[in-house]
Nanobody
Framework: QLQLVESGGGLVQPGGSLRLSCAASGDILDYYTVGWFRQAPGKEREGISCISGWVGTTNYRDSMKGRFTISRDTAKNTVYLQIDGLKPEDTAKYYC?????????????????WGKGTLVTVSS
């Protein structure tokens, strides 16, 4: 079974930046769509961004455009999420996810594999 392991979360001040990493257990980036979700306490899990296999095209939730940047290193089987200008409302657990669906709707129902998540806390 495919394993996804997130890292890079932690406590940061408002306005700061983080780079989250998602390491996959195998050579999957050419075949799976991989990306990120987040879930704040008491809220629904929401898609952030995804990157498609092989071609590597990206999509972002409209509300996430600008401050969030997804990228990948296929040699390392790793997907990254750069978050700039962090705000307190960005506080959430961030999950890496992979699926065979196209990188379009990016909803939880189309996810085949989940990471355990990494917590991002934005506070002064």
């Amino acid at each position: 079974q495919l394993q996804l392991v997130e890292s890079g979360g932690g406590l940061v001040q408002p306005g700061g930046s983080l780079r989250l990493s998602c390491a996959a257990s195998g050579d999957i980036l050419d075949y799976y769509t991989v990306g990120w979700f987040r879930q704040a306490p008491g809220k629904e899990r929401e898609g952030i961004s995804c990157i498609s296999g092989w071609v590597g095209t990206t999509n972002y939730r409209d509300s996430m455009k600008g401050r969030f940047t997804i990228s990948r290193d296929t040699a390392k089987n790793t997907v990254y999420l750069q978050i700039d200008g962090l705000k307190p409302e960005d506080t959430a657990k961030y999950y890496c996810a992979a699926g065979r669906h196209t990188c379009s709707g990016w909803v939880p129902q189309e996810i085949d594999y989940w990471g355990k998540g990494t917590l991002v806390t934005v506070s002064s």
